[in-house]
Structure formats: C-alpha cells, structure tokens
C-alpha cells in the first residue's frame, strides 16, 4: 500500500511537471529564471519520492514472520519434526544446534557461513580455533533438516539454510523446555565464509564484561541482551580445558579461582582431572542440564559459574541486578531471551543481492 502511494506520488509529481512545460509554450512572459527555478523544485521532489521508492523495496525484502507462507508454507513444521528425531538420537542436539546458530550470526551475520566446508583452496569459518569446538550434532541438525525441506517438492531449494538453522534454533530450545518465539524469516545464505573473518569477532571464556559489552554492542544489542543470551548455557556443555585456569593454578595466591563456589570447584577438578581426555565435556549448569530454564542465573548466586565470562554476570555490579531477578523470575527471562534471540537473528541478513539459497548447506552453489 505504501508502495502504490509512492508511485501515485512520483505520478502526480510527473504529471504536474509536464503539464508546467506545456504551459510555457503558451506563456511567453514566463521568465527563465522562474522556469529553471520550478523545474528545479519538481526534480528536488521526483528525487525525494524515487529515494522513498527504493527505501521501501528494500525494506520488503527484510525478514517476515509469513516469508514462506505461498512459497513452502509447512517449513517451520517440517524442520521441527527433523528436529524432534535428532533430539531422539542425542540429547547434545540441542546445545549444539544453539551454539551453532550463535556462532553463525555474530561472525558475519546470520547466513549459515558456518555450515561451509573447508576446501584446498580456502580454509572456511568452522576450521578457526574458536570454531573447532561446535559439536558435529549441530550440522548434523540443519543438514537433515535441509534434506526433509527439500524432500516437498514445493520447497526443493527454496528455503534458507540460514532461514533452517534459526528455525531448529528455536525449536531446540523450545523442545528443552523453553520458550517458543516467533522466528523471523527471509534469510539468503552468504557467498564467503573464511577463518580468518572468525578471529575477535566471538566471547572468551575469559572475558570480563567490558569485552561482553563491546562485542555485543557491534551487533547492535544491549548488555541486557547479553545477559539474556548468556543465559543458553543452561543447556551448554564445555570442553574441561576451557576452564581448567579457574581450577588448577589460578593464581600464585591460590590454585582456584576466589569466585568459584569450593565444592563446586571439587566436583569439577574430579570431573576434569588434569589429565583428562580432551574430548571429556561437563554440562554448564549443575542443576539442570537437560533442561532450558533459569537455573543459569541461581548456579551463579552461588559462585557455580563455570565460565569466568559466565561468573562475572554475577560480580559486576552493572549486571548483577539483572541476574538476581532473572534467577527468580523464568517468564521475564523467557521474554528477555526471546527478544534478543530475534535482534541476534536480525544481525549481517543476506538478501538476494549478496547471497543465495544454498543447494546443499556445506557448499558453495
């Protein structure tokens, strides 16, 4: 509707505009100075509706809760069900595909850059240091997922691996025992995916909270974004030697970290002996594991955060507030959360002019 008021603008602009100059046919006391100055001042407002004009076609190819509803109208129901069956299979399905999804956005934007395979030719973002830790079940998840999207055939190869991955994303956190939100669709997938775009751009275990903040603030989210994002690792799980510096060795004062609750710091150092295997990971909450709530923020009342990037929620001042209500109150998280996962989920959007959909979600088309 605003579009066709635009155009009826620029029309009635247009019209107006000819009809001045067949005027001056008529007119021979029109000065030319008037005249340049009338014609000056149509072209000023032609210019102005074009702009409007352009500014909204862009701005309907922005993300859409409806995008697919002509074009494959089952997606979100499709991709829930393959993500149901994976969960079946493994119950690391569910940290996994989250991780991944947030590893996604905030490097280059939400376009299943990630997904990419690496070639002899060009070593791709999930080959970085950072990245080498996302558990295989994440991929796993969105490529099954492509395969039953595809599977419909008014669907073959219309959908997203970037729209998929934020779809399983929810649902995932949904099946956990989570909120359900209302995804934004209308993702294209990106055309680069490179390592060495990865390097600064992701959280450390850590970081304090200026970092946080800063890396949040670049894509366009709050401290309360982060803290309610933080709040995924309910259901996170961790490699030991992420966090081995809080448990052995911390200081020359003391071999643990002071901000870590003792007994829980006993539980992890037997968990996690100094030999341990390097494919041995913990779940990051204690208390619940398995499940997608907010015991995050208790586990960190009591100094059970297992991340110093997770612990310092707690210690800064500028943030503990938001944690102490948070770890009593679920449905004001679940919203917190569910807003900052649709503005994570806004970040680096590819359109048609700078992506495409992906035929398989590895590979470049």
Request: net charge positive.
């Amino acid at each position: 509707m605003v579009s066709q008021v635009l155009f009826e603008i620029y029309s009635i602009i247009y019209i107006k505009l000819h009809n001045n100059k067949k005027k001056k046919l008529h007119n021979k006391n029109l000065s030319k100075t008037k005249e340049k100055k009338m014609k000056s001042k149509y072209n000023v407002v032609i210019i102005y509706a074009i702009i409007l004009i352009g500014l909204y076609s862009i701005k309907t190819e922005a993300l859409s809760q409806n995008y697919y509803a002509k074009i494959c109208p089952s997606v979100e129901s499709i991709v829930r069900q393959a993500v149901k069956l994976k969960i079946n299979q493994t119950f690391v399905t569910i940290p996994a595909t989250l991780r991944l999804f947030f590893h996604d956005c905030v490097v280059s934007g939400c376009d299943a850059s990630i997904m990419i395979q690496s070639t002899p030719y060009n070593k791709a973002e999930k080959d970085h240091p950072d990245n080498l830790s996302l558990a295989g079940d994440g991929f796993d998840t969105v490529i099954k997922a492509k395969a039953a999207v595809d599977a419909v055939p008014e669907c073959k190869n219309k959908v997203s691996c970037a729209d998929i991955l934020t779809i399983a994303t929810r649902d995932v956190v949904n099946l956990a025992g989570g909120p359900y939100y209302k995804v934004e669709l209308g993702r294209f997938d990106g055309l680069t995916s490179t390592a060495s775009s990865v390097n600064g751009k992701l959280p450390q275990p850590s970081d304090g909270l200026d970092r946080l903040n800063s890396i949040f603030a670049s894509l366009g989210l709050t401290q309360a974004d982060m803290v309610a994002l933080s709040g995924a690792h309910t259901v996170g799980f961790s490699h030991c030697s992420r966090f081995s510096n809080r448990i052995y060795g911390f200081s020359a004062n003391s071999s643990i970290d002071p901000t870590l609750n003792k007994q829980y710091a006993a539980q992890l150092q037997t968990a996690c002996p100094q030999d341990v295997d390097p494919r041995i990971a913990i779940g990051m909450d204690p208390v619940t594991p398995n499940r997608f709530d907010n015991w995050y923020y208790a586990d960190l009342k009591q100094g059970k955060g297992l991340f110093t990037s997770d612990q310092v929620l707690y210690t800064d001042t500028r943030t503990k507030p938001t944690v102490e209500k948070w770890a009593t109150n679920i449905v004001d998280f679940y919203g917190a959360f569910s807003s900052a996962m649709l503005k994570l989920g806004r970040v680096g959007v590819k359109n048609a002019n700078n992506g495409n959909i992906r035929i398989r979600c590895d590979a470049f088309n």
